[in-house]
């Protein structure tokens, strides 16, 4: 399904899965912790696109959110009481 690095059945759904597990072990490796990732909309679509380069922009997107969101509730004893990003 690929032509050069684009591939043409990109699904956004499977990136963002795999881009939040990797901020989570970053987030957890740093805080000890880290908020759920909560994917909704259109788990089925897909679209040409370079899957590195969406995994990067969500990681990178990811990361932040997890650590406004762990810094924000910094104080928080219970880890399951932060809210989901």
Known sequence: ???GMIC???SPYQIVQH??????LMCTRKYGYSPEVVIQGRLDLTFSYVPTH????LLE???NAMRAT???HH???D???IPAV
Do not use: R
Not at 54 to 57: E, P
């Open 54 to 57: 969406l995994h990067y922009i």
């Open 79 to 81: 880890p399951k009481k």
């Open 19 to 24: 881009a939040a597990k990797d901020a989570s």
């Open 61 to 63: 997107l990811l990361k």
């Open 8 to 10: 043409s059945c990109t």
């Open 1 to 3: 399904n690929y032509i």
């Open 75 to 77: 104080g928080c004893q």
């Open 70 to 72: 762990v810094e924000q």
